[in-house]
């Protein structure tokens, strides 16, 4: 499986953005998550999504902002993210995995995309 995200870019604090990760090769019953990591800290979880039965998961800090979703193809997540923070200043990637029902461990995930930096300003 190889994915390719993409979306992300320069905005002001309460702006939106919206990102996108394809998937390609073996795709079906997928587990995609996205997770960011900020300049000197880990790289933490946001949200997950069960691409078959859209069955979502997200982190505390993005719940109400952050929303992730699917295609109908199942190979594609987006994350649309509003009311920005400089705190979500980060690259983004995307993530994802078979054969795991849900998880928001990073070591779960097996196929990883290139990260997408998302920069907000105060």
């Known amino acids: 499986v190889q994915l390719q995200a993409c979306g992300g870019g320069l905005v002001q604090a309460g702006d939106s953005l919206k990102l996108s990760c394809t998937a390609s090769g073996r795709t079906f019953g997928l587990l995609m998550g996205w997770f960011r990591q900020a300049p000197g800290k880990e790289r933490e979880f946001i949200a997950y999504?069960?691409?078959?039965?859209?069955?979502?998961f997200y982190r505390d800090s993005v719940k109400g902002r952050f929303t992730i979703s699917g295609n109908n193809a199942g190979n594609t997540a987006f994350l649309q993210m509003n009311a920005l923070e400089p705190d979500d200043t980060a690259v983004y990637y995307c993530?994802?995995?078979?054969?795991?029902?849900?998880?928001?461990?990073?070591?779960?995930?097996?196929?990883w995309g290139q990260g997408t930096l998302v920069t907000v300003s105060s």
């Open positions: 993530a994802a995995t078979t054969g795991v029902a849900h998880s928001a461990h990073r070591q779960d995930y097996r196929y």
């Open positions: 999504i069960i691409l078959n039965n859209g069955a979502t």
